[in-house]
């Protein structure tokens, strides 16, 4: 182990995550510093939404642990997962659909609320509308407050499971593909959001994108997946230039060639 | 007088019902949990009351919660067993639960077999029997508590849980809801009332039987909440009305009961899946405009 993973917020240990003889996950070795704005990238299926099913308690791994600010978490019901501070989105926006966009917030606000016996409080306070709010301005969709969900186009309901996921006050932020099927202007301001959540409020981000050029701007260091297995961990730059991550996107000619 | 006691008993049977549709909008309406065998906790109430006062001679201020108590309990059992079931699955078990509840019933002597449990004394109060007005008066306050409750429900966290169940379990879970300790409650709680419902039902009717609880009488229950509207609070005691107050109305429609409440769930299910009243239906929106929306909806 380098000692860069001493400091990391999240760490997995020979994370394997098998659907039948699939290998979705094969032996996985990363670590998130805390701080950082880390991407995960590699072609279709190759497995990095299973990694933050399996991070984020929603898969069981076949082998290996998940350990978060020094804590095992593999194992963990994900509702206790996301208590502990793991925020995430899903790459199929999956918004509170009848809930208006405050309540789907205010949600979860009621992360501590949930546990133990204190759920028969009243949850609509002064202070819980006032922190949900204040989140909601924060993604630019205060203009949204009262409105179902469901109404919300697409860039906005992803927006909207930013600031829910927000709300957990994570200190880890899971992001499932956050700029699919945006248009270039969308994307522009939901890169910018992600850089101002690590920036001024110190969140940690993992993220994983489709679109290289957002992955490469927006990361620090980069890991890629192909089948199941790290192939290659870096700076953008360092990936770009990576013989296997050419070769796993583009095939073996065009590797060869370059 | 003759009349007024026929609107008295049809005033309380349309109460006693709309506890029990209340339980089932909780665990439904609310919480999004199909629950086809409510008929099922009712007889669990209804039974536990009449074993308690006539076999232990118990009181009914006791056999009351007592009834609510066994009822959530096996409701209890039932969120444990559906944690792991949705949607179609659901539904057939909730179900099968309905049966299993009904054939024990039957088969346990302690139940009294088909001729079921007669002679349940009525509720005293101060030395006085409670009926006629009386016990619509005991069956209105067990509502009003109800309703309170669910008013409660509806402005708590736990509420809220139930709604994110409701809408996604998965995204319910990335918030922090133990979608598993909710759904439990979801149908306990549902049950509960059902469970003080049975009671009401079995101390005014003064004899139970099995057939009273069968799983036609769970779909009677689900036609009221459905008809009524889904997670409102208005709406289990405007479906239970109608659909007992329709019959009566137009007694040739007696005989087709069966019928009418197939229809009205088949169409409900294609036209107005929340409910006549539920949230955003074309009658809610209606009368929102009209009333400015004063008193409607959420």
């Known amino acids: ?22 290998k979705a996950l094969d032996h996985v070795n990363i670590h998130v510093r805390r701080g950082e704005i880390l991407g995960i990238i590699g072609p279709n299926g190759a497995g ?44 199929v926006t999956r918004p509170f659909k009848n809930l208006t966009v405050l309540q789907n917030v205010m949600a979860a606000c009621g992360r501590d609320a949930y546990f133990g016996l204190s759920f028969f409080r009243k949850y609509r306070t002064p202070e819980v509308v006032e922190e949900a709010m204040s989140i909601i301005e924060d993604v630019g969709l205060a203009d949204y407050a009262d409105q179902p969900a469901k109404v919300l186009p697409i860039g906005h309901m992803r927006r909207l499971e930013i600031a829910r996921a927000l709300a957990l006050r994570p ?27 690590r920036d001024e409020k110190g969140i940690t981000i993992m993220l994983v994108e489709h679109n290289m050029r957002v992955a490469m701007g927006l990361s620090d260091r980069m890991y890629v997946l192909n089948y199941g297995k790290v192939i290659a961990e870096g700076t953008p730059e360092e990936i770009r230039e990576n013989p296997l991550v050419i070769e796993a996107y583009l095939g073996r000619g065009y590797a060869a060639g370059s | 007088m003759v009349v007024g006691m026929y609107y008295i008993t049809l005033m309380t049977i349309i109460l006693i019902y709309a506890i029990a549709v209340m339980g089932l909008n909780i665990t439904m309406g609310y919480a999004g949990q199909v629950n086809l065998g409510q008929a ?9 009351s009449a074993i308690l006062t006539t076999k232990l001679g118990l009181s009914f201020w006791v056999a009351l919660p007592l009834s609510a108590l066994s009822a959530f309990l ?17 539904a057939m078990t909730t179900i099968g639960f309905n049966f299993i509840t009904v054939a024990i019933f039957l088969y346990y002597p302690i139940f009294g077999g088909s001729f079921g449990i007669a002679g349940i004394p009525r509720p005293v109060l101060f030395g006085l029997k409670l009926r006629g007005p009386a016990y619509l008066g005991l069956v209105a306050a067990v509502f009003v508590l109800c309703v309170l409750l669910n008013l409660w429900l509806e402005r708590s ?12 379990e998965h995204a319910a879970q990335a918030v922090g809801v133990d979608v598993r300790k909710f759904k439990i409650l979801a149908f306990a709680i549902g049950a509960g009332m059902a469970g003080l419902a049975g009671s009401l039902y079995a101390h005014f009717k003064m004899c139970v039987a099995y057939s ?7 779909i009677e229950l689900l036609s009221m909440c459905v008809l009524g509207g889904l997670g409102t609070i208005y709406g289990p005691v405007l479906g239970s009305a109608l659909i007992i107050l329709l019959p009566e109305v137009f007694r040739p429609l007696r005989a087709y009961r069966l019928i ?24 809610q929106r209606k009368l929102r405009e009209l009333l400015g929306g004063l008193g409607f909806g959420s």
């Open chain 2, 40 to 48: 099922a906790f009712l007889g669990i109430g209804a039974f536990t």
């Open chain 1, 171 to 197: 200190k880890l932020l899971l992001l499932d593909e956050p700029t699919a099927g945006m248009s270039a202007k969308e994307i522009e301001e939901i890169s910018g959001l992600v850089r101002r959540l």
């Open chain 1, 1 to 22: 182990m380098d000692l860069a993973a001493d400091k990391a917020i999240l760490r997995t240990e020979g994370l394997c995550k098998y659907f039948g003889g699939i």
């Open chain 2, 157 to 168: 966290w736990l509420g809220m849980a139930f709604e994110t169940i409701r809408e996604d």
């Open chain 2, 212 to 218: 009273d609880f069968v799983f036609a009488r769970s």
């Open chain 2, 74 to 90: 096996v409701g209890i059992l039932l969120g444990a067993v559906s944690i792991r079931l949705r949607y179609d699955f659901l």
């Open chain 1, 48 to 91: 990095k939404t299973t990694l933050f099913n399996v991070v984020s308690g929603f898969y069981k791994p076949t082998r290996g642990a998940v350990f978060f600010m020094g804590r095992r978490i593999s194992g963990l019901h994900p509702a206790k997962i996301a208590r502990m501070g793991i925020g995430r989105t899903f790459q």
């Open chain 2, 260 to 283: 009418m409440h197939t229809a009205i769930l088949i169409l409900l299910i294609r036209f107005q899946p929340q409910g006549l009243l539920g949230r955003g239906s074309f009658l």
